[in-house]
Structures are given as structure tokens and as C-alpha cells.
């Protein structure tokens, strides 16, 4: 079976109820968890989106915690499967500020973290690259939101 685009769907979603519409989004939360993820997101947590980065910081914290340091691989693994639920995470909100904020406190994480990211090439370069992102993604925002991250920035 082939999906139709999103315009096809957006059309055809004007004809159900409100009753069919709910039902559909029930549906849809069954069958993935990232769908029952944003589903949660835009039902409990857009309304707050202070408190969803506190809530993300705080499984950021829980994740650093429990990496395995034993070797670089075992932290490469770590840290990469980190940023991937991050940058979920950031997928949810759709909002740049959000953005800069989680992406920003990943990298303050993986600065801070023991055995230090600066002995292996791979974190280091992964490191280098989110920072620039997130220098990108700064240049996007209000006047002194820019100012702000900037000065930020200047201590990563």
C-alpha cells in the first residue's frame, strides 16, 4: 500500500467529525510510540512549553547518568542515542527557541561529562557540530533572544 501525501490527507481529514477525527488519533497512538509521544506532547504539554524543556533536561540528566564508561564505544553509543531522543524531543515542540535550549544543554551535558569528550576525536567532532548548529539556528531567532544565546555561547 502506497501513502498519500499530506495535502490528500489534510483534505480528506475536513470531512470527518470530531467523534471520527478522535477516534482515528486513538487509532494512530496504538501503533507507535513516537506517535503516542507527540500525541502527549500536543495534549499535555504544548500548553507549557517551560516545563516540557525541564521535563526533557531532567531524562537528559537520567541518560547521562547511566552511560557506560567503560570505553569510548560504549560512550559514543551513549551520547549518539542521547541526541537522537533529543533532537525527537525538538521534533515535538517545533519551536526554535526549544531548539537552541535542549541542544544547548546536550552539549553542557556531554562538556561536563566524565571521562572527559575532549580524549576521543568522534565525540569531540559530534560536540563541534551541534555547537555550530546551534550558532545557525541562534542567527533564526528575535533580536535579543540572539544576544542572549550568543553570550552563551561564547562560554561553550
Given at each position: 500500500m502506497k501513502a498519500v501525501s499530506?495535502?490528500?490527507?489534510?483534505?480528506?481529514?475536513?470531512?470527518?467529525?470530531?467523534?471520527?477525527?478522535?477516534?482515528?488519533?486513538?487509532?494512530?497512538?496504538?501503533?507507535?510510540?513516537?506517535?503516542?509521544?507527540?500525541?502527549?506532547?500536543?495534549?499535555?504539554?504544548?500548553?507549557?512549553?517551560?516545563?516540557?524543556?525541564?521535563?526533557?533536561?531532567?531524562?537528559?540528566?537520567?541518560?547521562?547518568?547511566?552511560?557506560?564508561?567503560?570505553?569510548?564505544?560504549?560512550?559514543?553509543?551513549?551520547?549518539?542515542?542521547?541526541?537522537?531522543?533529543?533532537?525527537?524531543?525538538?521534533?515535538?515542540?517545533?519551536?526554535?527557541e526549544t531548539e537552541v535550549e535542549l541542544l544547548l544543554y546536550f552539549c553542557k551535558k556531554l562538556k561536563e561529562m566524565k571521562p572527559s569528550m575532549r580524549r576521543n576525536t568522534t565525540l569531540t567532532n559530534l560536540y563541534d557540530r551541534n555547537i555550530e548548529a546551534i550558532t545557525k539556528k541562534v542567527l533564526k531567532l528575535h533580536e535579543d533572544l540572539q544576544y542572549d544565546y550568543q553570550n552563551i555561547l561564547q562560554d561553550y
Open positions: 499530506v495535502v490528500t490527507i489534510r483534505k480528506e481529514l475536513k470531512h470527518k467529525s470530531n467523534e471520527e477525527l478522535a477516534e482515528l488519533c486513538l487509532r494512530l497512538s496504538r501503533f507507535k510510540k513516537e506517535n503516542k509521544e507527540l500525541l502527549t506532547y500536543l495534549l499535555f504539554e504544548a500548553d507549557s512549553e517551560q516545563g516540557y524543556i525541564e521535563t526533557v533536561k531532567a531524562e537528559i540528566d537520567e541518560q547521562f547518568e547511566i552511560i557506560n564508561t567503560n570505553s569510548y564505544f560504549y560512550i559514543k553509543k551513549s551520547v549518539r542515542k542521547i541526541l537522537r531522543n533529543t533532537k525527537k524531543y525538538i521534533r515535538y515542540s517545533l519551536n526554535k
